[in-house]
């Protein structure tokens, strides 16, 4: 069985796509703790972000700090952070949350309620600076 983010990858779930490539996908996270916080995944499905090779792993945090710098382009902030927990979903991921300090990293903060409007509107800003 697919995981969400697989699922999402492949079209069966709406996102608001931020940028892709043959092996990575980022989008934004319907419950953000900030306006532009984004989830960078490989297409490979892997639950165990330390379970990927090295040369994917590489790669994986080259796109995201690709996407990062669009984000900082786009979404007033400080910095982005980079957050990696990886039990919430068995696909192995990245959460890049822009910050202005650092307790706007706290999952367990209240999460933004944002209309689709708005989903679309930063998505499309972060995209333009991609």
Known sequence: MATIFSR??????????????DRFYAFLD????????????????????????DALLG????????VAK????????????????GLEVPHAHIHLIPVRKEGDMNLAAPKLQLTAEEFEDIAGRIRAAF
């Open 59 to 66: 790669d994986l945090a080259v796109f995201a700090k690709r």
């Open 8 to 21: 999402i990858i492949a079209g069966e779930i709406p996102s608001y796509r931020i940028a892709e490539d």
């Open 70 to 85: 669009a984000i900082e382009r786009a979404i007033p902030c400080k910095r982005v952070g980079l957050m990696v927990i």
């Open 30 to 53: 319907i419950s953000p703790v900030s306006k532009g916080h984004t989830l960078v995944v490989p297409r490979q499905e892997t639950d165990y972000l330390f379970d990927l090779d």
